[in-house]
């Protein structure tokens, strides 16, 4: 199967053709400290057959909103889009008692975070989906 190439911000990312796009956001986000003090929040969420998800927020500047509290229940190493990371699955996330695997992004120009997350997949799946994942734009 030929993957799909879907372009947010400045990250590609080769999805099997099976995942159709189900939700698209861009906005402006006010975050904690000086009153005007705010980022850009792109999101963007991707389905698949067996209810696996993908979901991909990115904010500039780099400091991400608080989106809830998270249960970790393992972590493990990761290199994605050649950076060096880890992988978290768990108990609780956004506030909510559900499994999920999460990791996080960091760009310094722009300066930026990113989050992609998923449910429904197991820790091989997300990985397979995580090396599709590339830098588009140079930093």
């Known amino acids: 199967m030929t993957p799909t190439i879907w ?3 400045v ?3 080769a ?10 956001s861009s906005e402006r986000v006010a975050l904690p400290g000086p009153p005007g003090f705010s980022a850009t929040e792109e999101f963007r969420s991707w389905r698949a057959p067996g209810g696996k ?26 290199s994605i889009a050649g950076q060096s ?8 996330f956004m506030g909510r008692k559900q499994r999920v695997l999460v990791t996080y992004l960091h760009f310094t120009n722009p300066e930026a ?9 197991d820790r091989p799946e997300f990985e397979a989906l995580l090396s599709g ?5 140079t930093q």
């Open 15 to 24: 999805l099997p053709s099976e995942y159709s796009l189900g939700a698209t």
């Open 7 to 9: 372009l947010v911000a």
């Open 113 to 121: 975070n990113a989050m992609l997350y998923a449910s429904g997949l």
């Open 11 to 13: 990250l590609s990312l």
């Open 133 to 137: 994942v590339k830098i588009a734009v």
């Open 85 to 92: 990371t880890k992988v978290i699955e768990t108990s609780i």
């Open 53 to 78: 998800t993908l979901h991909l927020f990115f904010w500039v500047p780099r400091a991400p909103r608080d989106l809830g509290p998270m249960a970790v229940t393992a972590e493990w190493p990761a």
